[in-house]
């Protein structure tokens, strides 16, 4: 070999031995391989490298590349290689997905398949007997676990179903055959009539049960079915096929129906060879059913909607003027109703119907329902038996879910956790869609306006019943309303907390001091002596009933009184005789209805007379005789004259009318159609004296005894515990001197009832109507001194609101009107009125008194983080109105309701912000002339 030859083989195997290189070897095989890998190797470290776009690029370009036979080989490395090691269409989605959503994939199955599911592996089993799932199917039936599952226990609901279940005796024709006898078995002579027996028995005793439990009964009736009626004629058109959880309550109800009537015939003698060819047959078709019968159709389809709207709810009445036509408004109070009285309104309203949708309009928050005052309804009490029924009973009135019927809730449940489980519950109990508020908008009721769960596609609940632009504007006002009920509520809750405790305190009072004494008994004569004359016809008949004896005695009693000159005279000739005795008997009725009636008012009189009595005498005993024994024992809770000023008028009040008491007494035991009042009540309105030095030192006794409560511990403690108690029937001794101003206006109501019933002939009319003058002109009197006081009060109030004010107690002055006016400045005097340009400087408020006009700064600031606002005032001058002058300005288009007043000093130019110039200025101007009068008379 040449050296030439040597040199290109070296070149040869050098170029074979090249790595990276473009050129493949085709006949050595082994460096082709070696160099293919290599190859492979470097497009997967580039492939490696690409993004997710090239990469993609390039198996589309490998791809159209390859060849049919290529492509299968693909396919078929898809199908078998890579599925052995990624199984997608055989993976346990229990596996894979997160627990919460295969319990709920689990919660759409019935009884039975979650049974049949808990044998496909451990992982079923596991989930299937968890307790969510079968708690809400427990408590659907009224099942509920007799003791508290421990944490580490689960499955317990699960083994609570099927014991329940297991329960249900339900026995096939044949095992009824075996225990209580065939169908075709001879019968004896005598056993046609016994059996008829038999099944009148079996049947009063069933239908008695039936009743006890058809309360039980309904809890598992789907809602559409009625409590006796075949259940074959009741199906709504809307709902083509059962679902599973209806056709189980069906199964239920009929078992629970057919476990009633088998008790019923074990609690039967047994007898062997007993026919129950006639009971059977016609208790299975009228009382219970198979699950998959076919059902009849609604002869009507449910369209309408009801809403329920509470009274809490700020200016519902705007609500209720916003509700649609066609949907069924039902306002309730908020306060005094219950569950069952909200429930049975419901039912009245729809008169048996059913609606497609029912709104709940009411108070509450995101975690509870503020449903009726003591009622609200949160996680905590949504499952105790009341509110369960009132959902449940609810539920029924709304038409099935396959229907579209559903309930609308406008309060924020949705926004938490606690009121989504209620939801839940609530929708578990009745299988109804429950919707609320996701609460994302904010602001007072705003809430209704955001998103709902478990909306239906199309409207939203508040388009469902509402008009969208009224429910707008109601909308706007609430914010404004809620603080301002905030703020009235805020100052009016201890007031209303005070006198609701006094109210309650002086019933309880009067109804124990009524039930305590025989003061009734006593006064009503009649009675009394009808009682004793049953009495003694009872102890001479010596009954076995004597209750009864004594009822119908009184029976008869009172029914021959009402037959009384009740009978109708009938006459076939009418001659003047007839008419004249016919005449004579009316005048004679209607004189003794007369009698009666006086009689009526004259025993009210003084019965009434007795109590008021009673109540100064409890001054007295409660009151005035345990300090003057104090006083006497040198222990004195007052000093005499403090006594003297409290309680003399007071004890001159209860001697005088015990007097008068002792004449009607006097009068009424020899009480007859003659007899006259009218006398007693003049002689009595002549001693008025004795009144009037009550009513003048009223206001005197009412600061000495607020004066003394305060400086004095013994008789502040003397006060606390004699006060509202049981022997002064809850009320204090304040209270109980307001008998005496009260007791003219009873006293002039039952003069007046007197007078109308007394003929004008009779010797009492006169009488009366003289007392009826003195008794009303002195309840004048008193009406003038609560004028005064009033005045007094108010003076007091305006000396205590103005900064600055002097003492406006000053001989009769009294406050007429207050008005708000702007004063103004003039900028160009020297131009004529329609010219004149005025500026708006401060505000003011003027003060009317009889003799002066009292002019202040009037301030209002507003209160931080709160709308309400404080008015405050600033004493700037006082005028007498005698030197008071009005000048009017005329209205231009610079200034309207203007006027100026110029007092002895200085001058005021105000406006009226509204059209109250001319009513001011009249009120003014008539003050004005009074006092002037009246200062020129002195």
Same mark, same amino acid.
């Given at each position: 070999?040449?050296?030439?030859?040597?040199?290109?083989?070296?070149?040869?195997?050098?170029?074979?031995?090249?790595?990276?290189?473009?050129?493949?070897?085709?006949?050595?095989?082994?460096?082709?391989?070696?160099?293919?890998?290599?190859?492979?190797?470097?497009?997967?470290?580039?492939?490696?490298?690409?993004?997710?776009?090239?990469?993609?690029?390039?198996?589309?370009?490998?791809?159209?590349?390859?060849?049919?036979?290529?492509?299968?080989?693909?396919?078929?490395?898809?199908?078998?290689?890579?599925?052995? #090691?990624?199984?997608?269409?055989? %993976?346990?989605?229990?596996?894979?997905?997160?627990?919460?959503?295969?319990?709920?994939?689990?919660?759409?199955?019935?009884?039975?398949?979650?049974?049949?599911?808990?044998?496909?592996?451990?992982?079923?089993?596991?989930?299937?007997?968890?307790?969510?799932?079968?708690?809400?199917?427990?408590?659907?039936?009224?099942?509920?676990?007799?003791?508290?599952?421990?944490?580490?226990?689960?499955?317990?609901?699960?083994?609570?179903?099927?014991?329940?279940?297991?329960?249900?005796?339900?026995?096939?024709?044949?095992?009824?055959?075996?225990?209580?006898?065939?169908?075709?078995?001879?019968?004896?002579?005598?056993?046609?009539?016994?059996?008829?027996?038999?099944?009148?028995?079996?049947?009063?005793?069933?239908?008695?049960?039936?009743?006890?439990?058809?309360?039980?009964?309904?809890?598992?009736?789907?809602?559409?079915?009625?409590?006796?009626?075949?259940?074959? %004629?009741?199906?709504?058109?809307?709902?083509?096929?059962?679902?599973?959880?209806?056709?189980?309550?069906?199964?239920?109800?009929?078992?629970?129906?057919?476990?009633? %009537?088998?008790?019923?015939?074990?609690?039967?003698?047994?007898?062997?060879?007993?026919?129950?060819?006639?009971?059977?047959?016609?208790?299975?078709?009228?009382?219970?059913?198979?699950?998959?019968?076919?059902?009849?159709?609604?002869?009507?389809?449910?369209?309408?909607?009801?809403?329920?709207?509470?009274?809490?709810?700020?200016?519902?009445?705007?609500?209720?003027?916003?509700?649609?036509?066609?949907?069924?408004?039902?306002?309730?109070?908020?306060?005094?109703?219950?569950?069952?009285?909200?429930?049975?309104?419901?039912?009245?309203?729809?008169?048996?119907?059913?609606?497609?949708?029912?709104?709940?309009?009411?108070?509450?928050?995101?975690?509870?329902?503020?449903?009726?005052?003591?009622?609200?309804?949160?996680?905590?009490?949504?499952?105790?038996?009341?509110?369960?029924?009132?959902?449940?009973?609810?539920?029924?009135?709304?038409?099935?879910?396959?229907? +579209?019927?559903?309930?609308?809730?406008?309060?924020?449940?949705?926004?938490?956790?606690?009121?989504?489980?209620?939801?839940?519950?609530?929708?578990?109990?009745?299988?109804?869609?429950?919707?609320?508020?996701?609460?994302?908008?904010?602001?007072?009721?705003?809430?209704?306006?955001?998103?709902?769960?478990?909306?239906?596609?199309?409207?939203?609940?508040?388009?469902?019943?509402?008009?969208?632009?009224?429910?707008?504007?109601?909308?706007?006002?609430?914010?404004?309303?809620?603080?301002?009920?905030?703020?009235?509520?805020?100052?009016?809750?201890?007031?209303?907390?005070?006198?609701?405790?006094?109210?309650?305190?002086?019933?309880?009072?009067?109804?124990?001091?009524?039930?305590?004494?025989?003061?009734?008994?006593?006064?009503?004569?009649?009675?009394?002596?009808?009682?004793?004359?049953?009495?003694?016809?009872?102890?001479?008949?010596?009954?076995?009933?004597?209750?009864?004896?004594?009822?119908?005695?009184?029976?008869?009693?009172?029914?021959?009184?009402?037959?009384?000159?009740?009978?109708?005279?009938?006459?076939?000739?009418?001659?003047?005789?007839?008419?004249?005795?016919?005449?004579?008997?009316?005048?004679?009725?209607?004189?003794?209805?007369?009698?009666?009636?006086?009689?009526?008012?004259?025993?009210?009189?003084?019965?009434?007379?007795?109590?008021?009595?009673?109540?100064?005498?409890?001054?007295?005993?409660?009151?005035?005789?345990?300090?003057?024994?104090?006083?006497?024992?040198?222990?004195?809770?007052?000093?005499?004259?403090?006594?003297?000023?409290?309680?003399?008028?007071?004890?001159?009040?209860?001697?005088?009318?015990?007097?008068?008491?002792?004449?009607?007494?006097?009068?009424?035991?020899?009480? +007859?159609?003659?007899?006259?009042?009218?006398?007693?009540?003049?002689?009595?309105?002549?001693?008025?004296?004795?009144?009037?030095?009550?009513?003048?030192?009223?206001?005197?006794?009412?600061?000495?005894?607020?004066?003394?409560?305060?400086?004095?511990?013994?008789?502040?403690?003397?006060? #606390?515990?004699?006060?509202?108690?049981?022997?002064?029937?809850?009320?204090?001794?304040?209270?109980?001197?307001?008998?005496?101003?009260?007791?003219?206006?009873?006293?002039?109501?039952?003069?007046?009832?007197?007078?109308?019933?007394?003929?004008?002939?009779?010797?009492?009319?006169?009488?009366?109507?003289?007392?009826?003058?003195?008794?009303?002109?002195?309840? +004048?009197?008193?009406?003038?001194?609560?004028?005064?006081?009033?005045?007094?009060?108010?003076?007091?109030?305006?000396?205590?609101?103005?900064?600055?004010?002097?003492?406006?107690?000053?001989?009769?002055?009294?406050?007429?009107?207050?008005?708000?006016?702007?004063?103004?400045?003039?900028?160009?005097?020297?131009?004529?009125?329609?010219?004149?340009?005025?500026?708006?400087?401060?505000?003011?408020?003027?003060?009317?008194?009889?003799?002066?006009?009292?002019?202040?700064?009037?301030?209002?600031?507003?209160?931080?983080?709160?709308?309400?606002?404080?008015?405050?005032?600033?004493?700037?001058?006082?005028?007498?109105?005698?030197?008071?002058?009005?000048?009017?300005?005329?209205?231009?288009?610079?200034?309207?309701?203007?006027?100026?007043?110029?007092?002895?000093?200085?001058?005021?130019?105000?406006?009226?912000?509204?059209?109250?110039?001319?009513?001011?200025?009249?009120?003014?101007?008539?003050?004005?002339?009074?006092?002037?009068?009246?200062?020129?008379?002195?």
């Amino acid at each position: 070999m040449s050296v030439r030859d040597s040199s290109n083989k070296n070149q040869v195997i050098e170029c074979f031995q090249t790595k990276f290189s473009t050129w493949t070897p085709i006949t050595n095989k082994s460096l082709n391989k070696q160099l293919f890998q290599e190859r492979v190797s470097l497009i997967t470290h580039w492939f490696n490298l690409w993004t997710d776009k090239q990469r993609k690029e390039f198996l589309l370009t490998i791809l159209q590349n390859c060849s049919h036979s290529q492509l299968t080989f693909v396919k078929g490395c898809f199908s078998e290689k890579i599925s052995e #090691k990624i199984p997608v269409a055989k %993976v346990d989605f229990c596996t894979v997905l997160p627990r919460f959503i295969s319990l709920y994939i689990f919660s759409f199955l019935n009884p039975m398949d979650l049974c049949a599911a808990a044998q496909v592996n451990w992982p079923w089993k596991f989930l299937t007997e968890q307790d969510c799932l079968w708690r809400p199917k427990c408590i659907r039936f009224g099942w509920f676990l007799p003791y508290d599952p421990s944490d580490n226990e689960y499955g317990a609901w699960k083994r609570h179903y099927i014991a329940c279940v297991a329960t249900l005796d339900w026995l096939t024709p044949r095992e009824t055959a075996a225990i209580y006898g065939t169908l075709n078995e001879p019968k004896s002579e005598n056993e046609g009539q016994e059996e008829r027996q038999r099944e009148r028995y079996l049947r009063k005793i069933i239908w008695g049960r039936l009743a006890l439990h058809k309360r039980e009964l309904f809890k598992v009736r789907p809602p559409w079915m009625t409590g006796t009626c075949c259940s074959t %004629v009741l199906k709504s058109r809307c709902q083509p096929q059962l679902s599973q959880t209806v056709k189980d309550r069906i199964e239920l109800s009929a078992a629970l129906e057919k476990q009633l %009537v088998l008790a019923s015939l074990e609690a039967l003698p047994k007898k062997k060879n007993v026919s129950g060819s006639h009971s059977y047959p016609v208790l299975s078709n009228k009382h219970y059913h198979r699950a998959d019968q076919k059902y009849g159709s609604f002869s009507h389809s449910v369209q309408t909607s009801l809403v329920l709207i509470s009274s809490r709810i700020p200016a519902y009445e705007m609500v209720v003027d916003s509700v649609k036509t066609g949907v069924i408004p039902l306002v309730y109070e908020y306060t005094g109703l219950t569950l069952e009285s909200l429930l049975l309104l419901v039912e009245k309203v729809l008169d048996g119907r059913k609606v497609q949708s029912i709104g709940i309009f009411s108070d509450g928050d995101s975690r509870e329902i503020n449903l009726l005052q003591g009622y609200t309804i949160g996680i905590e009490n949504v499952l105790t038996p009341e509110v369960r029924d009132f959902w449940e009973k609810l539920g029924s009135c709304v038409a099935t879910q396959e229907e +579209g019927g559903h309930i609308d809730i406008f309060i924020p449940l949705a926004a938490s956790e606690a009121g989504t489980k209620v939801l839940s519950h609530l929708s578990q109990l009745t299988g109804t869609m429950f919707s609320s508020p996701t609460g994302i908008a904010t602001g007072s009721y705003q809430h209704i306006l955001s998103d709902w769960l478990g909306q239906q596609q199309g409207a939203s609940p508040p388009s469902i019943y509402f008009c969208d632009h009224k429910l707008q504007t109601w909308h706007s006002f609430t914010e404004f309303l809620e603080e301002t009920l905030k703020s009235v509520r805020k100052q009016l809750r201890p007031h209303f907390k005070e006198l609701q405790r006094n109210i309650s305190g002086k019933i309880i009072g009067q109804f124990m001091f009524d039930s305590l004494n025989l003061a009734n008994v006593l006064a009503n004569q009649e009675t009394a002596q009808v009682l004793a004359d049953g009495l003694i016809e009872l102890s001479k008949e010596k009954s076995e009933n004597p209750l009864e004896y004594l009822s119908d005695f009184l029976l008869k009693k009172s029914s021959n009184k009402n037959k009384e000159f009740d009978g109708d005279f009938i006459s076939t000739k009418c001659d003047a005789t007839t008419l004249r005795f016919l005449t004579k008997v009316k005048e004679r009725k209607l004189q003794m209805d007369l009698a009666e009636k006086r009689t009526k008012i004259a025993g009210e009189l003084l019965k009434s007379e007795r109590k008021y009595i009673q109540m100064l005498e409890i001054v007295r005993d409660v009151y005035v005789t345990p300090m003057k024994a104090a006083l006497a024992s040198n222990r004195a809770i007052l000093s005499s004259t403090d006594i003297q000023i409290i309680f003399s008028d007071i004890l001159c009040v209860l001697d005088l009318n015990k007097h008068f008491l002792d004449e009607l007494t006097k009068r009424l035991q020899e009480w +007859g159609p003659a007899q006259c009042l009218g006398e007693i009540f003049t002689k009595f309105g002549l001693q008025l004296k004795t009144y009037t030095n009550f009513f003048n030192n009223y206001p005197v006794v009412l600061k000495t005894i607020e004066k003394c409560r305060e400086m004095i511990p013994a008789f502040r403690a003397f006060l #606390k515990r004699q006060d509202k108690t049981i022997v002064t029937r809850m009320m204090s001794l304040q209270e109980l001197l307001l008998y005496p101003s009260r007791r003219f206006e009873e006293y002039l109501n039952l003069l007046y009832g007197l007078r109308l019933h007394t003929p004008s002939e009779h010797g009492d009319r006169e009488d009366l109507t003289t007392a009826i003058k003195q008794i009303k002109r002195y309840i +004048g009197y008193i009406n003038q001194l609560k004028q005064n006081v009033n005045r007094k009060d108010q003076l007091s109030d305006v000396e205590r609101s103005i900064c600055g004010c002097p003492t406006l107690s000053e001989g009769n002055r009294f406050l007429i009107r207050v008005q708000d006016v702007a004063q103004l400045f003039c900028c160009n005097e020297e131009d004529c009125f329609s010219l004149r340009l005025y500026e708006h400087i401060h505000d003011l408020s003027l003060f009317l008194f009889s003799d002066a006009l009292l002019v202040s700064h009037r301030t209002v600031t507003h209160t931080p983080f709160e709308r309400t606002t404080r008015t405050t005032y600033q004493f700037l001058a006082i005028a007498a109105l005698h030197r008071l002058l009005i000048e009017d300005i005329p209205d231009s288009k610079y200034i309207k309701n203007a006027f100026i007043l110029q007092g002895q000093k200085r001058q005021w130019i105000c406006s009226t912000e509204n059209e109250d110039k001319c009513v001011w200025l009249s009120v003014l101007q008539s003050a004005i002339r009074s006092s002037i009068e009246k200062y020129d008379w002195t």
